[in-house]
């Protein structure tokens, strides 16, 4: 855990753009964790380290070791691309938000029963929202 001292040590070490990349990393997996319901003591738990570390890279006040980011993209159900702020839309195509893609992957790892069940619900509103 860093001291106040060694935080702002830290924050002159590193460039304007780093410390932008690591506010952003800092919100994206706060925003993460909170979509997936999770609590700070519980994704500190998964990474064998203490709520207050994983409070100080929510808020950029530390970084997390690159050997935690697979961790990290596994619990919150993203990909290390995305954990990272990567977006990969192929020639300005629009594809479906982030959140929209989570239920999609969600949906596929249902039983088929239940997938047909989900599959006609959403027909049923698509079809009324297109009168």
Do not use: C, W
Not at 21 to 33: D, M, S, V
Not at 44 to 63: C, F, G, H
Not at 81 to 110: F, M, Y
């Amino acid at each position: 855990m860093l001291i106040p001292s060694e935080a702002s040590l830290l924050a002159n070490l590193m460039t304007h753009d780093e410390q932008q990349f690591f506010k952003e990393l800092g919100a994206r997996i706060a925003q993460l964790r909170k979509e997936a319901g999770l609590s700070q003591q519980a994704v500190a738990d998964a990474l064998e380290i203490a709520q207050q570390t994983y409070a100080n890279y929510e808020v950029a006040r530390a970084r997390p070791a690159v050997s935690m980011l697979p961790t990290l993209a596994q619990l919150f159900g993203v990909s290390v691309d995305e954990l990272l702020g990567v977006h990969k839309n192929s020639a300005g195509k629009r594809g479906p938000t982030p959140l929209l893609q989570k239920q999609i992957e969600r949906l596929t790892r249902l039983p088929k029963a239940k997938q047909k069940v989900v599959m006609e619900m959403l027909d049923g509103v698509l079809s009324q929202s297109g009168r």
